[in-house]
Nanobody
Framework: QVQLVESGGGLVQAGGSLRLSCAASGRTFSSYTMGWFRQAPGKEREFVAAISWTGGSTYYPDSVKGRFTISRDNAKNTVYLQMNSLKPEDTAVYFC????????????????WGRGTQVTVSS
């Protein structure tokens, strides 16, 4: 399995931006489809974005489409999540996950997870 470490979270005002990073080590990063999920207290883990192993395909739920952008740099073994126009409802712990084959909205299909990074958006 691949080991994942998220960074870049913090406190930001509504309307602001943050860029999350997820650094991978272990097996070949470029073989993995990568996803970002978030989990607020008392809620289930929620899909935020996914990117294919080539970076050629990206996926977003309507709640973040047009505000968030996922990207990857296979040479640096890193996946990013650029978050713009942040809202208080974006407050959560953000996790990156890795899986083989096709991207998925289902966190249960991801094989490896990082420990998460906290994002707090104040109103």
């Amino acid at each position: 399995q691949v080991q994942l470490v998220e960074s870049g979270g913090g406190l930001v005002q509504a309307g602001g931006s943050l860029r999350l990073s997820c650094a991978a080590s272990g097996r070949t990063f470029s073989s993995y489809t990568m996803g970002w999920f978030r989990q607020a207290p008392g809620k289930e883990r929620e899909f935020v974005a996914a990117i294919s192993w080539t970076g050629g395909s990206t996926y977003y739920p309507d709640s973040v489409k047009g505000r968030f952008t996922i990207s990857r740099d296979n040479a640096k073994n890193t996946v990013y999540l650029q978050m713009n126009s942040l809202k208080p409802e974006d407050t959560a712990v953000y996790f990156c996950g890795a899986k083989y084959f096709r991207p998925s909205y289902d966190p249960g299909e991801y094989d490896s997870w990082g420990r998460g990074t906290q994002v707090t958006v104040s109103s």
